[in-house]
């Protein structure tokens, strides 16, 4: 738990109300500590010790002139709104409608969702081998084994794009970027009639009209996995295999 504290302080902040409870320069009580907002020398942190009550006098604010030196951290104190009657000090979790920090909370937030992917359910179709769509999923993750992949883990090699021996091979590069490959998307693109961007993976998928319908969908995607992604991939691997016996 103690790891967490720093996190626990940073999403949580005070409601106030005697502000007994609440380090009147550390806690956060107005969306940012006071001592922050004064941007206060550390060197005399551990003398600064009052709480918030020391400013509220008969459930009003009662600004001391160190403050009121700073007129827009004042009126920002002025802002928060004080109770008519003496109520204890909350401590409330940011994230929460009612402020309460649960185990559930704080599960979710220490454990994000993944983010929604919205061309995932577009490559994982009945009408697409899994075998392609496990190929175009690692391609837009940047998964692929590639040179550029492996040398980011720690292997030491030459890279070279196998379709046109001109540049380092990276999946940017094979799939997107090669004059080899862009030949096979022009192709691609005359016989759907439609042009081809390759701008970036996610591009590839913009040239399947969004209102079209299901069949037509069914038709047009396995033509880029399969046609393109997959065969790209296999002539990668058998210019490889030519090149075995030269190294």
Not at 99 to 127: M, V
Not at 132 to 144: A, C, G, N, T, V
Request: one cysteine or more; hydrophobic letters at 45%; charged letters at 15%.
């Amino acid at each position: 738990m103690k790891d967490k504290f720093s996190t626990v302080s940073a999403n949580t902040r005070w409601i106030v109300g005697n502000g007994e409870n609440i380090q009147l320069w550390f806690d956060n009580w107005m969306g940012r500590s006071l001592a922050t907002m004064l941007e206060l020398p550390k060197h005399l942190f551990p003398s600064l010790k009052a709480s918030l009550a020391f400013i509220i006098t008969d459930g009003k604010w009662n600004i001391p002139r160190i403050i009121l030196d700073f007129p827009l951290v004042a009126a920002q104190i002025m802002q928060v709104t004080l109770p008519v009657s003496p109520l204890p000090d909350k401590c409330a979790w940011i994230h929460s409608p009612n402020g309460e920090l649960s185990s559930k909370l704080a599960f979710q937030f220490l454990n994000p969702a993944p983010p929604n992917l919205d061309w995932a359910t577009d490559i994982w179709r009945p009408c697409i081998p899994p075998s392609h769509s496990f190929i175009f999923w690692r391609f837009m993750l940047s998964k692929l084994p590639t040179d550029e992949n492996l040398q980011l883990r720690g292997c030491t090699l030459v890279s070279m794009c196998p379709l046109c021996y001109n540049q380092a091979e990276s999946s940017t590069h094979l799939f997107l970027e090669c004059a080899f490959s862009q030949t096979i998307w022009h192709w691609l693109g005359i016989k759907l009639q439609r042009s081809i961007p390759l701008a970036s993976p996610t591009s590839l998928l913009t040239c399947i009209p969004q209102r079209c319908s299901s069949q037509l969908r069914d038709v047009l995607l396995p033509l880029c996995t399969q046609c393109t992604l997959s065969g790209l991939l296999e002539m990668q691997s058998a210019s490889m295999q030519l090149l075995l016996p030269f190294t």
